[in-house]
């Protein structure tokens, strides 16, 4: 980078260097004459503008004087003309010397009714070097016939002052090459030190090393940066930190039923008696609680990446929750939990129903898992608009209001400690999140500590065919 900035810094440098050569010293002579060409053309048409005014013999003096040039007014009569005003202010001029003789006179007289505007240059012989521009316009005067107007313009030789400019020059060039260069590595030690302070930081975040402080200095997009960056490695930190506390807690689910499995297995095998249906049962609850807990992190894969893609169809939103209730019977009967679903109408959305079974479920074990004592869970539909929401509600101690936003972080555990829930498998909130984000539903939470939980969704209610 740094070489770059210098070699930018220097074609720059070098491209003003060829600009201001061609400007003061190539070009300067011609610059300078179309310069005086155009001057004495707008001096000479404001003086015919005044032609027959009473302001014209004002007129006359003010362009002299205002554009150093000289100027004769000839009244035309016939054939012939006569000098009638004229305005001297140079030392050395050509309509007011001996060189306008009849003969040049006569010449810028045709060159006037030939053109609108005539200009032309004479080479002057009482100084080496020295011209004068001619600019002639013809006018109306006060009823007396037409006016010759004739203004002079000095043109000097600027030789001498190419060579001074170009000496200026040469000093100018070998002083802003050497800026340039401190210049160049000025700006670019500025603006690559952040960037390489960063680099290093990178290197070791890449290492995992999430103790990294990106400092952006004082350039607005390099500081935007390094704060980007310091929020990304804070981020990666608590992804980490959570991804190993979910592997922590899949690992000690996938071993409790492992473990009862094989001991309820070795004791059937080894000792007479006890293949009864009970340790059969309890051998199946955790067979069924493994698949369970595979399943779950294979639809949280599938979703998260994209491959599971919403099927949706027209269902009983309604007829949903209370087929997903009736699967949590068995807890009812053998538990004493208590399931009140509150609905007032049939209400059908278009979903993939698949999906919203499984963000029923997991809402569902959920509440269950962190109701209070008195075991009591309950699912509200009610209309919001257009939409249908379905609130599951739970009376157990609540979730903090700081971690509100991070129950849905696919790697959030929402208590202190691992708790082993009576359903499901600690992945349910990541797939309700992810599930109701295909469908591009509204969902959220509310709760406060010591008074439970509510999770709720929305989903858009589809009309039947017939309902107005």
């Not at 554009?67 to 003309?81: A, E, F, L, P, R």
């Not at 802003?176 to 030690?189: C, D, T």
């Not at 439970?452 to 969704?457: E, L, N």
Request: with cysteine.
């Amino acid at each position: 980078m740094r070489i770059k900035m210098f070699g930018y810094l220097t074609i720059f440098t070098v491209i003003v260097l060829v600009v201001i050569w061609l400007l003061q010293v190539v070009f300067l002579d011609d610059i300078y004459r179309a310069t005086k060409k155009h001057e004495i053309k707008i001096a000479t048409g404001r003086v015919a503008a005044a032609a027959g005014k009473d302001t014209f013999e004002k007129a006359v003096y003010d362009m002299a004087s205002r554009y150093n040039t000289c100027v004769s007014v000839y009244q035309i009569s016939g054939s012939t003309g006569s000098l009638l005003l004229e305005a001297h202010t140079q030392t050395y001029c050509m309509i007011h010397s001996s060189l306008m003789t009849d003969a040049t006179l006569n010449a810028i007289y045709a060159g006037a009714l030939n053109r609108n505007l005539y200009t032309s240059v004479y080479q002057m012989d009482t100084k080496e070097g020295l011209e004068s521009m001619i600019c002639a316009k013809l006018a109306e005067g006060n009823g007396t016939g037409k006016l010759l107007i004739i203004l002079n313009a000095e043109i000097q030789p600027v030789t001498a002052t190419v060579s001074t400019l170009r000496y200026q020059l040469i000093m100018i060039t070998g002083i802003l090459l050497v800026v340039s260069a401190v210049m160049a590595y000025v700006i670019s030690s500025k603006v690559t030190r952040p960037v390489a302070a960063m680099n290093r930081e990178a290197k070791k975040l890449a290492r995992g090393d999430y103790d990294v402080n990106f400092q952006g200095g004082e350039f607005r997009e390099t500081a935007e940066l390094g704060r980007t960056l310091n929020y990304a490695a804070q981020e990666l930190s608590k992804l980490d930190a959570l991804q190993k506390e979910l592997i922590a807690n899949i690992s000690h689910d996938l071993r409790t039923p492992l473990t009862m499995i094989s001991g309820y297995s070795e004791v059937m095998r080894d000792i007479p008696g006890e293949v009864t249906p009970e340790n059969m049962q309890i051998i199946i609850d955790e067979t069924r609680r493994l698949s369970s807990l595979v399943n779950d992190m294979l639809d949280l894969s599938r979703i998260t990446s994209g491959s599971r893609q919403p099927n949706k169809t027209l269902f009983s939103l309604t007829q949903c929750v209370r087929d997903t209730l009736e699967r949590f019977s068995h807890l009812r009967e053998r538990d004493g939990y208590c399931f009140v679903f509150e609905a007032q109408e049939e209400i059908c959305v278009k979903a993939d129903q698949v999906l919203i079974l499984q963000v029923l479920y997991n809402l569902i074990c959920n509440a269950v898992n962190y109701t209070g004592a008195d075991k009591r869970v309950i699912v509200r539909q009610t209309r919001e608009g257009e939409n249908c929401r379905i609130s599951v509600t739970d009376t157990g101690e609540g979730i903090a209001e700081e971690k509100l936003p991070l129950i849905w972080d696919r790697y959030y555990r929402g208590g202190d400690f691992h708790k082993r829930g009576v359903a499901g498998t600690g992945l349910g909130l990541s797939i309700v999140k992810n599930a109701l984000v295909l469908h591009n539903a509204p969902f959220g939470v509310s709760s406060r500590k010591g008074e439970g939980s509510t999770f709720w969704f929305e989903l858009q209610i589809a009309r039947i065919s017939g309902e107005e």
